[in-house]
Every structure is written in C-alpha cells, then in structure tokens.
C-alpha cells in the first residue's frame, strides 16, 4: 500500500536551505559515487555511493507523484517541466504561474485549496500502490501537523546550518512520537533515514 512521504535532505540541524534558498552542500551526495541513479528526469546524471543508489533506486521507483510549494517550483522553474521523481507534480500555490513556459504541456497540476486537496488529488494520481512524496518545508510541515504523513525520509547531511528554511516548516505543534526507523543507511556524506509516524 503506497505512503504519503515527507521527504529532503537535511543539515543536522534540520534546515534544508539557507535563508537565501541555497542547499550548500546538502545534495553533494548526488555526485560523489561511482553508481549511476536513474530519476525520472534523466538529465541529473546523478552518480552515488553504492548504498545510497540502492536505497534511491528502490524508493524512487515507488513514487507516482511529488507535491511542492511554490518557493521550490519557482527556485526550480517547475523543474523545467520535468518531475524529478515521479509521474506528476502537484503544486500546492495561491495562484497559478499564468506566464510558465510549460503551463499547457508539462504533468503539472496547481493547487488553490490547499496542502489537504494536493494530497487527496496526488493519491488519487497515484492509485493504492503507490507513494506520494511530499517535499519538506511549509508545505511538507502543514501535512506534518494536519496528520496527513505517513513516513518521514530525511538524508541526513554532516553540516550545521544555524539558520535557514527548516525541513518542518513552521510547524511547532509537537511534540509528534515517530516509531523506530524502519531504515538506516550509511552512504558517503550522508545518513538515510527513514521512519514511519506513530498513530496513537
């Protein structure tokens, strides 16, 4: 049965981006290997260490749809069009970009009403079996704190930020019980951690 995941890679102090939006050396790690990772845009040419491909590929292969906000589709351009991971994108805005060069063509949606409709609508693109990954942030901490998470995935990086966007949000409705991790993997310059969230 497919999982609502909140995912990124994160410093160990928790942020994922620096105050300007810069991810420092947080996705080093994408390219530090000498093992191929295949994303569903094909031109990120990402390379790994052999156990962070392993673990990738098997979660990736998972994902039918990814939501973001509006911060990262507009750092990114929508990822030019392409789902990084995934089949669909979801993007959870205010108002829909009337002037993207991929508006009409890319397997885009944009969501108006909010971060619960995002997810109801990527799980439906999805179907059953498969997972949704829900980027982390304000988006990703307003599913956190609406109970909408099933599991958290966090590539933990070896930096300390000391301030930044942090991987929660704005989130600080806690505390929130996580179970044990049901993953634990060393790659190089990187901690993949994976848990799913305690329903009491």
């Known amino acids: 049965m497919g999982s609502v995941v909140m995912a990124n890679a994160v410093s160990l102090d928790g942020f994922l981006a620096d105050d ?7 996705f080093d790690f994408y390219a530090n290997g000498s093992v191929p990772v295949e994303a569903g ?14 673990y990738l590929s098997e979660c990736w292969s998972r994902v039918g749809a990814v939501i973001m906000g509006r911060t990262l589709f507009d750092t990114t351009n929508g990822w ?7 089949d669909h994108v979801f993007v959870v805005t205010h108002s829909v970009p009337a002037d993207w060069e991929y508006l009409d063509t ?12 995002a997810i109801e609508q990527a799980k439906a693109f999805a ?39 942090r991987f929660f949000g704005s ?4 505390p929130v019980l996580l179970d044990d991790p049901t993953t634990v993997i060393q790659g ?8 799913r969230v305690r329903r009491d």
């Open 20 to 26: 300007q939006d810069g991810v420092g050396p947080l």
């Open 41 to 54: 845009d094909t031109s990120y040419g990402f390379r790994t260490s052999p156990a962070t491909a392993a």
């Open 80 to 86: 030019n069009g392409r789902p990084a991971v995934g």
């Open 106 to 117: 890319a397997p885009f949606t944009f969501v108006t009403d909010g971060v619960a409709s």
């Open 127 to 165: 179907g059953p079996d498969r997972d949704v990954a829900v980027n982390g942030g304000d988006v990703g901490g307003q599913a956190f704190g609406a109970g909408l998470i099933d599991e958290v995935d966090v590539a933990l990086i070896p930096v300390v930020f000391g301030s930044g966007k």
């Open 171 to 174: 989130f600080a409705d806690g």
């Open 188 to 195: 190089d310059r990187v901690t993949h951690l994976r848990y």
